[in-house]
């Protein structure tokens, strides 16, 4: 029902920024959640943010919290991850999700995925 297509990452020297983009497309997208997730080598995969159907409320990883921004803009079906400051352990392949579930008050997973866009950061 939704596909989610990532865009903006790349390479960074630490303490840069970037902002990663997912379009997405199908029905509904206001009513969904959306987020992000990311995947470092070797490592598990780990929530970063999300933002619920409306805009109206956030919620970051202590890793990323006061550095990352998420955002969304409904009538452009895209949803935005603004990155600052920027850390050499912020480097991960970035998954845009949509329609999140939660272990208790925690986003555990999403129903939809795309593709991954590779972001690496230079010490």
């Known amino acids: 029902q939704v596909q989610l297509v990532e865009s903006g990452g790349g390479l960074v020297q630490a303490g840069g920024s970037l902002r990663l983009s997912c379009a997405a497309s199908?029905?509904?997208?206001?009513?969904?959640?959306m987020g992000w997730f990311r995947q470092a080598p070797g490592k598990e995969r780990e929530f970063v943010a999300a933002?619920?159907?409306?805009?109206?409320?956030?919620y970051y990883s202590d890793a990323v919290k006061g550095r990352f921004t998420i955002s969304r803009d409904n009538a452009k079906n895209t949803v935005y991850l603004q990155m600052n400051s920027l850390r050499p352990e912020d480097t991960a392949v970035y998954y845009c999700v949509a329609d999140l579930y939660y272990s208790g008050s925690y986003p555990q997973g999403a129903k939809y995925w795309g593709q991954g866009t590779q972001v690496t950061v230079s010490s």
């Open positions: 199908g029905r509904t997208f206001s009513t969904y959640g």
């Open positions: 933002v619920s159907g409306s805009g109206g409320s956030t």
